[in-house]
């Protein structure tokens, strides 16, 4: 008789973390169906190859930067470049406060840079640093960030 309230207790255990993880499922499945996806390529010839991702969700957008250079470069000393501007995602326009700031990483051959990568309704850019700097065809970007992008009532 205890052997059948033992078992009979360990199955009403497992079905009750069987309906847990069905409920983390299901609220799983409803985050990625009202969440959508897209892509934007920079426009600067410097960056080709470098795209910015978007996952949305209502006002939330997470932003993550990726890709390789198609080609070489060089980065101008004091001068801004753009990767993604206001008009090529329109939901920055919503963007409030003052500019967000993340890290930006350059990694091309075994030099390794980072900049302040900032975000704002003109756009996601950054100002190359004192001296310049060189990078090769291949190098690597990345960046992660999240953004609230509302519109004003």
Same mark, same amino acid.
């Given at each position: 008789?205890?052997?059948?309230? @033992?078992?009979?207790?360990? %199955?009403?255990?497992?079905?009750?973390?069987?309906?847990?993880?069905?409920?983390? +499922? &299901? &609220?799983?499945?409803?985050?990625?169906? %009202?969440?959508?996806?897209?892509? %934007?390529?920079?426009?600067?010839?410097?960056?080709?190859?470098?795209?910015?991702? +978007? /996952?949305?969700?209502?006002?939330?957008?997470?932003?993550?930067?990726?890709?390789?250079?198609?080609?070489?470069?060089?980065?101008?000393?004091?001068? *801004?470049?753009? +990767?993604?501007?206001?008009?090529?995602?329109?939901?920055?326009?919503?963007?409030?406060?003052?500019?967000? +700031?993340?890290?930006?990483?350059? @990694?091309?051959?075994?030099?390794?840079?980072? $900049?302040?990568?900032? $975000?704002?309704?003109?756009?996601?850019?950054?100002?190359?640093? *004192?001296? #310049? %700097?060189? $990078? *090769?065809?291949? &190098?690597?970007? #990345?960046?992660?960030?999240? /953004?609230?992008?509302?519109?004003? *009532?």
């Amino acid at each position: 008789m205890n052997e059948t309230k @033992h078992n009979s207790a360990s %199955v009403e255990l497992l079905l009750d973390e069987i309906c847990k993880l069905q409920n983390q +499922i &299901a &609220a799983i499945n409803t985050e990625l169906e %009202v969440s959508t996806l897209s892509a %934007v390529s920079t426009r600067d010839t410097t960056f080709a190859g470098i795209t910015t991702s +978007i /996952l949305s969700q209502g006002e939330k957008y997470n932003l993550w930067g990726s890709g390789s250079t198609t080609s070489g470069g060089s980065l101008a000393n004091g001068q *801004t470049y753009y +990767i993604m501007t206001g008009s090529d995602f329109a939901p920055l326009s919503y963007y409030q406060g003052s500019s967000s +700031i993340t890290t930006m990483w350059l @990694h091309s051959g075994s030099n390794d840079y980072s $900049f302040p990568l900032r $975000f704002d309704t003109t756009g996601i850019y950054f100002t190359c640093p *004192t001296g #310049g %700097v060189s $990078f *090769t065809a291949g &190098a690597t970007l #990345g960046f992660t960030q999240t /953004l609230i992008l509302a519109p004003t *009532t």
